[in-house]
């Protein structure tokens, strides 16, 4: 069993920065493949980013790439995601996940993720 937490979202001007967290409760976080997706008014949730369980196999969506970083510390339980160049389309819940079977490469294709935070609220706004 896993429990994810976000924290860090909030409202930024057009062009800041806000990274994201998700502490993870569970003694086998290190075994789970993470990735962050998104949900905006009226719309589906996306992928935004994904990490596999060591870190070594990364993968973005093409509209954040460039813009965002995931990264995650084991040690820490905890995800990241670092988000620059934010943009007002960029407004959004945001969401992690944690997946065991499917792996990192997966969790663009959707049915991703075994287990989900309760999301934390970005604002893009001037």
């Known amino acids: 069993q896993v429990q994810l937490v976000e924290s860090g979202g909030g409202l930024v001007q057009p062009g800041g920065s806000l990274r994201l967290s998700c502490a993870a409760s569970?003694?086998?976080?290190?075994?789970?493949?993470m990735g962050w997706f998104r949900q905006a008014p009226g719309k589906e949730r996306e992928f935004v980013a994904a990490?596999?369980?060591?870190?070594?196999?990364?993968y973005y969506a093409d509209f954040v790439k460039g813009r965002f970083t995931i990264s995650r510390d084991n040690a820490k339980k905890t995800v990241y995601l670092q988000m620059n160049s934010l943009k007002p389309e960029d407004t959004a819940v945001y969401y992690c996940?944690?997946?065991?079977?499917?792996?990192?490469?997966?969790?663009?294709?959707?049915?991703?993720?075994?287990?989900w935070g309760q999301g934390t609220q970005v604002t893009v706004s001037s």
């Open positions: 990490i596999s369980w060591s870190g070594g196999n990364i």
């Open positions: 569970g003694r086998t976080f290190g075994t789970y493949a």
């Open positions: 996940a944690a997946d065991w079977a499917r792996g990192s490469a997966a969790a663009s294709r959707g049915s991703w993720g075994d287990y």
